[in-house]
Structure formats: structure tokens, C-alpha cells
């Protein structure tokens, strides 16, 4: 059959309509070959692949998102009935001393776990890049091992904070656990770490937060200082360079974009401790704030426990704004 | 221009230069030797010391913490495994993985596929969808997470923990692949709607195959989120303890073996969840480490 025939006998019009429900392998060829049906069998199988993912979301991501602004302004607990009370769930919480408390705890872990890990991270992965010894011809070179030394450093990330946790709780021991064995050993008796005093739980928090990301972040920046170009580095070392130098003046520059997303990124991190505070800390010891928010939930106190989400969200959202403002730098093109 | 005069020069400053260099770079190289080892140790010495106190009983654990154990004392897994029901736990997880993995890349690299490669009015709106839906934390819909479950009836089944897993991949998973596709040639998926193949078949045969390199990226990236799970689990699968996936499991028994001190079992427990990943993922390093830093660098 030539096209020109095909396409001088338009189909029947009622195998047209039938062939839309068809799948194309029993469509008639002449159904086939014609225009309006090549755009309504693409239209078909869009909407075909598309529906159920897009419901998915819809239903279970996007529609709980939008309903948790709505329920932060009610009573809501779990019933049918959630009476509409206004800001009445902020009013409490700002008088919530509980609130407060585990809300300090939360904005120190941003403030300090972003920074102490991120500094760890690029340091090691400038140990990994550049620390090696000169070889002849190089401006820079890697230590031996680095492939070693990154994976061990990224172990903490493939595996459940729920593990993490636990293994932490077990070392933080004050008993029978690592770091107080350790000290016994040389000597010193060692205090109880998620034993209350606010100060050294709060140290653990922060080690075992750091713990988990640094290997995170090496392999990231290392990945980010490999891709800055061989011949900038020789140009530096012409200059007469040294390696602080280099690292302030050439290395953190090139790679300050990835820097800043990955502050972002820890900080969200840092806020969201939820399941290390969980289940490493008694809860007598301190909380975070979506400890807090999973506790309310767990009382039927949906409408303020939504409304603790809320102000949760805000604060991520104020902090991305306030790095992306004071990280902001002249983009360097390499 | 006199070439070969600043070249003499040059040469003959970037020897004085390596000399100088070779000397400060053997110091620092012990120096960043040493730092690297530290944290090699720091980062490996709990996971370590979990793997060798697995070994030795519980009251040998709690007398001398850092001791080596004497004999090895299986005892531990076989309690873990068993009375700590950790065999329970992991088959729990894998059949949710199962589930929610297939779902996942299936769903996911559809609608990826449907947003790169078609032109149609919304296209642009559904690619925000997805990709807006990643700067939002889980915690936030929590609460209303749980009530749509419960309408659905899905609260504490198997279903409803793998959709749930399934909803919160998608955003990332979609965005991800979308710009995956977007790289893939366009010769190949016209050639193969000339040569009659309907466009379900060409994406099956031909560009999912193609996609292979951005599929497993993704695939990693969201087995490990997805068996790590915590979160989720803790709120919808809350009500029966025998349906309690790996992580949810571990956290349960660190609690209840607190009060008993039987630490030999939840460290033999502790390990069995471990090792498994730890070993896949030495295998895999490359790709895993590729995988699960995508994120920040896209």
C-alpha cells in the first residue's frame, strides 16, 4: 500500500472512535496513519503515564502540604470536627515554654552544625586533593588512598539515622559505652553524657549530627576541587603561592557555589534532627522542636502540632534566605 | 616577544620552586596523613566496635566495655535474630522495598519520560509540581499524612507504606530523571515511531534501556533512602510490632533492651542490619557515592 492511497481514504469514522480505546497493535492501519489520531494516541499515552504518579503526589504529598496550612489554624484533633480558631496555635506556642526550650536547641544545631561540619569537610577534602606529595610536573596532587579514605568517611551515610542513633546512644553510654570506657582507661571518670545536663547532651547531639555528614561533604567538595582546572594551580604555584594561599585565594573561590548549597542543605539537616534526638536522647535530657511537634501529635493535639510544622518550614525557609544573602558572591566561570 | 628567554627563566624559577615545595609538601604530607587517619578512626571506630562487642556476653560488655571478646559468642545473633525478632524486621523491609523500589522507578522514570520527551499544555506546571515538592520537609505534613491514610484506610498496612514511600520519592526521582532523558539522543525514539512502534513500546525497549546509567544513580539513591527509612514507618506503621520494618525495629529494642541489659542481642542486631549494606556498598562505592551527592550538585 503506497501513502498516497492511505492518506486519500480517510478512516471510518466509528473505527476512529473505537480505536481510542484500542491499544495501537489491533488499530487498523488506516486508524493509524492519520494525523488526528497520531496526536490523540500521543495525548492518551501522556495522560496514561502521567495519571497515576501525578495522583500519588497529589493525593499523599502535595494535598497533606496544603491541608497543614489550613489545620494550623484549627483545633483540630484527630475527629471529623476542627473548629477554625485563627492564630490562636501560634498565640499558645509563643507562650509554650516547652516550645522554647526545644526551639533554642533546634536554632543552636543550625547555627553550629552547619559550620563545624562543613569546615571539616572541605579541610579533609583539601587533605585528599591537595595534601599529597609534589610529584614531578604537578602543581597538585592527591594523598595515596584517597579513594580509601572516602569510603570509610561515607560509611555514616548509608545507613539508617535510626541505626545511627542507637550506635551513638550505646557509645554515649555512661556505664558500659565507648567513650567513657575509653576515658576510664586513662583514668578519668567519665560524666553521663545523655544523662540530663543539657550542655553535654547537647555535645553529643552535635558530634553525632557532624559524624553522619562530614563524609558527605568530602566526598562532595573533593568531587567539586577535582573538577577546578590543573593549570590554575600552576599558575598560583608560578606565583609563588603557598598552599594557604592557594586554598583561600584559588581553591575556596572556585568551589564557593557547592559551599553554599551544601550549607543550605546541612542546616535544613541540622533542623530536621528528629530520630538521633529520639532515639539516643532520654527525653528528660532536651528536644528539638520536631520532637516536640511529633509529642503534641502523639497527644491528639493535631491542629497544634501542624501549626509547630508550619513555623518549622518558616524557619528553613528564613535560613536558606539568610545564607543564599550572605554567601553571595561573584559567580567565578572556569 | 623573546620566547625562549622567559622560558629559560621560568624553568629555571620553577625548579628553585619545586625544591622549596618538595620539602613543605613531605611535611604536609604526614600532617594531612595524620588527620585522615584520625577521622578514618573516628568515622569506622563505633561501627567497629558494635561488630566486635556483638561477640561477647552481655555481662563481659558491661564489666569491661573495650574488651575483646574472649571467645566468640554467637549466642547474640542467634538471640537477635530469633527472640529480638530481627529476622522478622528484615523481611518486613525487604518486602517493602520490593514494593516500593519497582514502584518508585516505575512510576518515577514514567512521568519523567512523559515530561522530557512531549511537548503538551501543563507541561512545564507538572515539572514544577515535582520538582517543588522537594523543598518541602516530610515533617511538616505529617499530621495530615496520617488523617489521609487513615481515610484510606491504609493506616498500619503494607500498602500504604510503600505508596507512602512511593508519593515521597517521586518529586526527586521525576526531576532527576527528567533531565536525564532530556540528554538522551531524539534520532532513536523517532526511529523507532517510523519503524511502528507504539510510543508505550518505545519507551519500554528503547529508552529505558538507554537510561540505564541515570536509572541505577537514582536506584541506589532511593534504595538506601527507602530501606533507611525511619519517619515514615514510625507514623504510619506504628500499631503492630510484628509488622515493624529494620530501623523502627532497632530503635524498639535499643528501648526495651535498655532495661533488660541484654546488649550482646541488640549489638548482634545492630550489626546484622550493617554489614549487609555496608559490604553492597563497598562493592558499589563509586556509583553510591555518585548516586547520593547528585543531589547537591544538580
Known amino acids: ?334 | 616577544m623573546s620566547t625562549s628567554t622567559s622560558t629559560r627563566t621560568e624553568s629555571r624559577q620553577s625548579k628553585t620552586d619545586q625544591v622549596k615545595v618538595q620539602e613543605s609538601g613531605g611535611a604536609l604530607n604526614v600532617f594531612s596523613h595524620a588527620f585522615l587517619i584520625l577521622w578514618t578512626l573516628m568515622a569506622a571506630g563505633p561501627l567497629i566496635w558494635v561488630a566486635v562487642t556483638a561477640f561477647r556476653t552481655s555481662s563481659d560488655i558491661l564489666n569491661d566495655p573495650m574488651g575483646l571478646p574472649s571467645s566468640l559468642h554467637w549466642a547474640n545473633f542467634a538471640n537477635a535474630w530469633n527472640q529480638a525478632h530481627i529476622g522478622q524486621y528484615a523481611l518486613n523491609s525487604l518486602i517493602i522495598l520490593a514494593g516500593s523500589l519497582t514502584g518508585t522507578m516505575l512510576l518515577g522514570s514514567m512521568a519523567a519520560y512523559v515530561i522530557a520527551r512531549f511537548t503538551f499544555p501543563g507541561n512545564k506546571f507538572v515539572f514544577l509540581l515535582f520538582a517543588g515538592g522537594m523543598m518541602f520537609p516530610v515533617i511538616l505534613a505529617l499530621v495530615p499524612l496520617f488523617a489521609v491514610m487513615e481515610n484510606f484506610q491504609l493506616l498500619d498496612t503494607r500498602p500504604g507504606l510503600i505508596i507512602a514511600y512511593i508519593a515521597y520519592s517521586l518529586p526527586f526521582t521525576t526531576f532527576f530523571l527528567t533531565s536525564f532523558f532530556r540528554t538522551l539522543p531524539t534520532g532513536v525514539q523517532e526511529a523507532a515511531m517510523v519503524d511502528g512502534a507504539s510510543h508505550t513500546r518505545t519507551f519500554f525497549q528503547i529508552m529505558l534501556p538507554m537510561a540505564k546509567p541515570g536509572l541505577v544513580s537514582i536506584g541506589i539513591f532511593n534504595f538506601l533512602g527507602q530501606w533507611n527509612q525511619y519517619l515514615l514507618p514510625l507514623l504510619l506503621n506504628n500499631e503492630n510490632e510484628s509488622s515493624y520494618v529494620l530501623p523502627q525495629g532497632l530503635a524498639t529494642l535499643a528501648i526495651a533492651q535498655g532495661y533488660r541489659g541484654d546488649w550482646g542481642a541488640l549489638f548482634a542486631g545492630l550489626t546484622i542490619a550493617m554489614v549487609p549494606v555496608l559490604v553492597v556498598y563497598a562493592v558499589f562505592q563509586r556509583q553510591v557515592q555518585a548516586g547520593l551527592t547528585a543531589g547537591a550538585l544538580k
Not at chain 1, 57 to 81: H, K
Not at chain 1, 163 to 192: H, M, Q, S, Y
Request: glycine content about 10%.
Open chain 1, 1 to 334: 500500500m503506497s501513502i498516497e492511497k492511505r492518506a486519500a481514504k480517510p478512516p471510518n469514522r466509528l473505527l476512529f472512535f473505537a480505536a481510542i480505546l484500542l491499544p495501537p497493535r489491533f488499530t487498523p492501519m488506516s486508524v493509524r496513519y492519520d494525523r488526528r489520531y497520531r496526536t490523540l494516541d500521543k495525548y492518551r499515552f501522556i495522560a496514561g503515564f502521567l495519571a497515576i504518579p501525578l495522583a500519588f503526589y497529589a493525593i499523599f504529598v502535595i494535598s497533606p502540604f496544603i491541608q497543614a496550612i489550613y489545620y494550623s489554624l484549627t483545633d483540630w484533633s484527630g475527629g471529623p470536627i476542627a473548629n477554625f480558631v485563627g492564630f490562636d496555635n501560634f498565640v499558645k506556642m509563643w507562650n509554650d515554654e516547652r516550645f522554647w526550650d526545644s526551639t533554642t536547641t533546634s536554632l543552636t544545631l543550625l547555627v553550629i552544625a552547619p559550620v563545624v561540619t562543613l569546615v571539616l569537610g572541605i579541610f579533609f577534602a583539601y587533605m585528599i586533593t591537595a595534601g599529597g606529595r609534589h610529584r614531578k610536573g604537578q602543581a597538585i596532587s592527591g594523598v595515596a588512598g584517597s579513594s580509601l579514605y572516602k569510603v570509610v568517611y561515607f560509611f555514616p551515610q548509608v545507613l539508617s539515622v535510626a541505626i545511627i542513633a542507637v550506635v551513638w546512644g550505646r557509645v554515649f553510654n555512661t556505664n558500659a559505652g565507648l567513650i567513657n570506657g575509653g576515658l576510664d582507661l586513662v583514668g578519668i571518670k567519665g560524666p553521663a553524657w545523655l544523662g540530663g545536663e543539657y550542655g553535654l547532651a547537647l555535645i553529643a547531639v552535635l558530634t553525632v549530627i557532624c559524624w553522619s555528614f562530614v563524609g558527605f561533604y568530602v566526598v562532595l567538595f573533593s568531587a567539586a576541587m577535582g573538577g577546578i582546572p590543573k593549570d590554575i594551580y600552576e599558575a598560583a604555584l608560578l606565583d609563588g603561592a603557598g598552599r594557604g594561599t592557594t586554598f583561600f585565594k584559588v581553591t575556596l573561590p572556585l568551589i564557593w557555589d557547592t559551599v553554599r548549597t551544601g550549607w543550605v542543605y546541612m542546616g535544613i539537616q541540622a533542623l530536621d534532627s528528629f530520630a538521633i534526638v529520639l532515639v539516643m536522647m532520654p527525653s528528660h535530657a532536651m528536644k528539638v522542636t520536631p520532637v516536640f511537634l511529633y509529642e503534641r501529635f502523639r497527644e491528639g493535639q493535631f491542629g497544634y502540632a501542624t501549626a509547630i510544622g508550619v513555623v518549622l518550614l518558616l524557619l528553613s525557609v528564613v535560613f536558606s534566605l539568610v545564607v543564599m544573602r550572605l554567601g553571595n558572591r561573584d559567580r567565578i566561570e572556569y
